[in-house]
């Protein structure tokens, strides 16, 4: 039998797909021609190559907000992106887009991400001339440092979906890191936002930072009582607000109605406010962001010692501590600059490791 058949029926049930959809048959391709898998379309070939990179079990000891948390229940990295790759794909499904696209970016979208969140990319960004960003450094793991040094050889869509998935504090649709070309980039870029804000809120209820009662007005009017309530209001009104996508308007585009586009922003401004930049959260980052500093320094100044399974041995020295230091888990980080030496991975109180 002929088993790329399978691979056909596949992408012919694509073409049940919105207008606007993106179809597997149609991708701009990958950088290098390959022949097709007989079984998978290329977009779930993609999103399988991520699941089975070393980059991506990585992420379950990568911080989200909490650093190295003692207690189970925090979100991680991997936890967040499993999130956001099941909201995109609810909202891709209920919107008749490709899910499997959708999937795929999402799985990939944090996956360059370094230790101690937020406070690893600041400490990154501030040793390397031409700065750091999770989303590009994401680009970099999927493209060029995985697979020894091959990269995964993924098609154009996912890529440029994992590449402008980042936000801009003022607004979760604002520009600032491109808007992705197709409608299953957009979706991922804004299941990434109802992700976190919402499990943020379960995670700093759980740290005592805040309570639910301190949430803001419009939040509780607009959004909804709980977490459960909150996440399918949102999602409910992107799949309502953003119809046409699915083919019945001219106006293709993944948004928001008005009023939950403002509680959603207002929610998120909330928790930069009383939780990102929240002082306790904060000592804790910028120790975090000291002991990525002094990793990176030291492998800079010790390039031998730079694993080469994470680097590229032609690259710049500056750029392949960035590269190691980047994807090192936080426990990993704190156990590597303890036996360094590192003050504040010395003194760091969390559960021992
Ligand atoms: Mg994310």
Known sequence: MDLDQVRRRLEANEERLSPFATRSSASRGRERPEAPSPLRTAFQRDRDRILHTKAFRRLKHK????IAPAQDHYVTRLTHTLEVAQVARTIARALNLNEDLAEAAALGHDIGHGPFGHAGEEALAECLPDGFRHNYQSVRVLDTLENGGQGLNLTYEVLEAVKKSSKARED??????????????????TADAIA?????????????????DDLPDSSRRDLGQNHSERLNTLISDIVEASWDATGAGPNPAIRFSPRVHAAANELREFMFQRVYLYDQTREEAERGKRIVIFLFRHFAAHPESISRDYSLPGDP?????????????DRFALRIARELGCTDAIGWKADGR
């Not at 979760?172 to 870029?189: M, N, R, Y």
């Open 63 to 66: 911080t989200q907000v909490f």
């Open 172 to 189: 979760i649709f604002a520009e600032g890191w491109g808007i992705p070309e197709t409608l299953e980039g957009q979706v991922v870029k």
């Open 196 to 212: 976190y804000v919402n499990h943020d809120i379960l995670d700093a209820v759980r740290a005592g930072i805040i309570t639910e």
């Open 317 to 329: 020295i500056e750029r392949r501590a960035a590269d190691y230091v980047s994807g090192m888990t």
